[in-house]
């Protein structure tokens, strides 16, 4: 059975909305965020771990503008973001997880989902797309399926991206007036806004029941885009990070053979690259 968070799970109510960081500050830890993803990328390719990042969050809430400056940073051979929608017929007839299952990373990639798996407890739940039975089960299937996930190698960062009724209407009014915006509206983002507060209740019984130690949930405030997306690249960074060796790796001796050969560099140099010291 999977366990509980040691620490208590977040609550919509407890987010601090007020928090924000100014233009200075946000470029200045954008720039050694994005240094640092890179780096992680690096580790992962080079030692074959995995790493699925979970955003989840309001409409309008700013995940988009998260994976932007996210994937920025990484090379997308290695790198890929799923954008889900509702299922098509196909998975509709097979069990919910099985499409994200064939959309997790390979050795030494890293994958974004933005929404995912907890469609199930949230959307499904809300709209009654699913027998109430049904999705409560998933709250242990989705706990089993993390599990699985983090005892294969693979890391997971969850993070949700909340912000206030009157910040969402104000960004959805940007999007009707700004026609670079306009693709991201939906009929679902205004007729969404009735069902809020059944919503906010499905969100916090799902970090309630899915909030675990080795998946815990983040609560993200995202009343101030800038905020938001260095909030939400910390996590990621300090969860894949912790405990991997970002050092660049050493040459391999036929490539330092090659480099000797036509690159007129410093033998001490071409020595360091492979790991050794004269």
């Known amino acids: 059975m999977t366990k509980r968070a040691s620490q208590r799970a977040p609550r919509l109510k407890d987010a601090d909305m007020n928090l924000r960081l100014d233009k200075d500050a946000y470029e200045k830890e954008l720039v050694e965020l994005q240094r640092r993803l890179a780096q ?5 390719l080079f030692s074959g771990r995995s790493g699925v990042i979970v955003l989840e969050g309001w409409d309008a809430g700013g995940k988009g503008g998260t994976i932007r ?3 920025a940073a990484l090379d997308p051979r290695s790198f890929k973001v799923w954008p889900i929608g509702a299922p098509r017929r196909y998975y509709l007839e097979r069990h919910y997880l099985l499409r994200f299952m064939e959309r997790l990373p390979p050795s030494g990639a890293i994958t974004a989902f933005d929404r ?18 049904r999705w409560k089960a998933a709250y242990r299937e989705i706990n089993d399926f993390e599990r699985m996930l983090v005892d294969y190698g693979t890391r997971v960062v969850k993070l949700f991206f909340h912000i206030t009724p009157e910040e969402q209407l104000a960004r959805l009014e940007e999007r009707v007036k700004n026609p670079l915006k306009r693709w991201k509206l939906s009929y679902e983002d205004f007729r969404n806004r009735s069902r809020w507060s059944d919503y906010a209740e499905a969100i916090d019984d799902m970090f309630e029941k899915t909030s675990t130690v080795v998946a815990p949930w983040h609560l993200i405030p995202a009343n101030n885009k800038k905020y938001a997306r260095i909030a939400a690249m910390k996590e990621i960074v300090r969860c894949f990070g912790k405990d991997i060796d970002l050092d660049p790796p050493m040459l391999d001796e036929s490539v330092l053979a090659e480099a000797r050969k036509h690159l007129n ?8 690259l492979a790991g050794r010291t004269e």
């Open 265 to 272: 560099l410093n033998p001490g140099l071409l020595e360091s």
């Open 40 to 44: 992680i990328q690096q580790a992962y």
């Open 69 to 71: 400056r996210i994937s």
């Open 116 to 133: 995912s798996w907890y469609g199930r407890v949230l959307v499904e739940r809300v709209e009654e797309l699913t027998p109430r039975e």
